[in-house]
Nanobody, 124 residues
Framework: QVQLVESGGGLVQAGGSLRLSCAASGIAFSNYAMGWFRQAPGKEREFVAAITWRSESTYYADSVKGRFAISRDNAKSAVYLQMNSLKPEDTAVYYC?????????????????WGQGTQVTVSS
């Protein structure tokens, strides 16, 4: 049974930082590209960041570039999202996702498994 479990969300003031974690089980983690997506109330789910199998490459949405950093630890079957300089518009439920391809990209349909999400709220 595949499970992706996010943690680390919470309430933070604008300008603050949070680190999200996603623990994976039931998959050969090092053979999966990983991504983070988010969904704000009333909006569609959007791409945030992605990382290839062994961290060769990382990709970011323009809205978070320079503020967020995705990383992974294949020995721990975990992926992380370090979020700095948070803004109120970053408020959303954040989801991690796993895709069987080397790089699953920005399209959510390329990802095979999803976590339940963790809420991030940034106050102004």
């Amino acid at each position: 049974q595949v499970q992706l479990v996010e943690s680390g969300g919470g309430l933070v003031q604008a300008g603050g930082s949070l680190r999200l974690s996603c623990a994976a089980s039931g998959i050969a983690f090092s053979n999966y590209a990983m991504g983070w997506f988010r969904q704000a109330p009333g909006k569609e789910r959007e791409f945030v960041a992605a990382i290839t199998w062994r961290s060769e490459s990382t990709y970011y949405a323009d809205s978070v570039k320079g503020r967020f950093a995705i990383s992974r630890d294949n020995a721990k079957s975990a992926v992380y999202l370090q979020m700095n300089s948070l803004k109120p518009e970053d408020t959303a439920v954040y989801y991690c996702a796993a895709g069987r391809q080397y790089y699953s990209g920005r399209n959510s349909q390329n990802y095979n498994y999803w976590g339940q999400g963790t809420q991030v709220t940034v106050s102004s």
